[in-house]
């Protein structure tokens, strides 16, 4: 149980160009979702929170029109890289929490993202 | 200072050795302490799910808390290849869900 899946999982786009990676809770309602990104050899940044339904909390410095987050639903989120540049590329990895996990949160496998 | 201190590695030991994993923080609010195993170019994977002081014993693997010394660490019995991962430690404060992590230590167990 506690499944996330993120599509896809890798994913190289030019410069300039969006870039949609979705995230999803496979066997559980997610009622918070979670975005981080992690540069090689470096932890994993939390960059927003969002619940369902609501607008996505943002950390300090990640640009929210840059970075867009939808959860439209309890099982799957999406971010968008908008007009991405090569020092976006990085490893993008989602979280879901749900109702009965409280503090708990699984991970998804990850999107590598490369801008060239 | 970072909200939570752990040592990159890479740390290597033999096939069989105990393997001791640590973090400390300076958030005494910190109340969730969890143990994640990340392979290279996957997400993490739950190991270790704390709550407040205390030990967790799971299979081969231990995870002990005390928050008077604002330390947490892993413990990893009869290591194999396998566990050859980046560990990373994350800790949260009670309602607000955000983890904050460790910067995740290299572990190679050597065959």
């Known amino acids: 149980g506690a499944v996330v899946s993120q599509h896809p999982s890798w994913v190289i786009c030019k410069s300039g160009t969006s870039v949609k990676i979705e995230c999803r809770s496979l066997?559980?309602?997610?009622?918070?979702m979670f975005w981080y990104r992690q540069f090689p050899k470096q932890s994993l940044m939390l960059m927003a929170t969002?619940?369902?339904?609501?607008?996505?909390?943002?950390e300090q410095g990640v640009e929210k029109d840059k970075f867009l987050i939808n959860h439209a639903s309890l099982t799957l989120s999406t971010l968008t890289v908008t007009s991405a540049h090569p020092e976006d590329s990085s490893f993008y990895i989602c979280s879901a929490r749900g109702i009965a996990h409280y503090n708990e949160q699984f991970f998804g496998p990850g999107t590598r993202l490369t801008v060239l | 200072q970072k909200e939570v201190e752990q040592d990159p590695g890479p740390l290597s030991v033999p096939e069989g050795a105990i393997v001791s994993l640590n973090c400390t923080y300076s958030?005494?609010?910190?109340?969730?302490f969890m143990w994640y195993r990340q392979y290279s170019r996957k997400g993490p994977e739950l190991l270790m799910y704390t709550y407040s002081s205390g030990n967790k014993e799971d299979g081969r693997f231990t995870a002990q808390v005390d928050k008077s010394s604002k330390y947490i660490s892993l413990f990893i019995r009869d290591s194999q290849p396998s566990d050859s991962a980046t560990y990373l430690c994350?800790?949260?404060?009670?309602?607000?869900?955000?983890?904050?992590f460790g910067t995740g230590t290299r572990l190679k167990v050597l065959a």
């Open positions: 066997d559980f309602q997610a009622t918070t």
């Open positions: 994350a800790m949260s404060t009670s309602g607000t869900y955000k983890y904050i």
């Open positions: 969002s619940n369902e339904g609501s607008k996505a909390t943002y």
């Open positions: 958030n005494s609010a910190f109340q969730y």
